[in-house]
């Protein structure tokens, strides 16, 4: 089991969950996030001022998937929040974390069974 810990931008969650949807990903946290990379914030203009905004308004997405199942499931979110032909700097980050081991509260299921 890994955990896929992914960074986007709020306007693909839509996109990023019905691509997640169409392959069998049935399961995800998603979470508010505010962060910088790269780009280090941008500048963004109110009433003919612009000021710099320091910390982007990001979404992070929490999914728990069977090893047979980890590298569609990157593809996906890949293709699914990219923007552009290319993608742009940022667009998000993909992180793979391993799991020991899963456990579910309603019946008490151990392992893969419980993902």
């Known amino acids: 089991m890994k955990l896929l810990l992914a960074i986007i931008q709020p306007t ?3 996109t990023v969950r019905e691509a997640l ?11 508010d996030a505010l962060g910088f ?9 109110y009433r003919g001022m612009e000021y710099q905004v320091q910390m982007l308004r990001k979404v992070s997405l929490e999914i728990w ?8 499931t990157i593809e996906t979110i890949q293709r699914a929040s990219r923007t552009g032909t290319n993608g742009h700097i940022g667009d998000g980050k993909i992180f793979l974390l391993p799991t020991e081991q899963a456990f579910s509260v309603a019946d008490g299921t151990v392992g893969p069974g419980a993902v």
């Open 12 to 14: 693909k969650l839509q």
């Open 21 to 31: 949807d169409r392959i069998g990903v049935e399961r995800m946290t998603v979470c």
């Open 37 to 45: 990379g790269r780009q280090r914030g941008q500048t963004e203009s």
């Open 65 to 72: 998937v069977n090893d047979d199942f980890v590298e569609r």
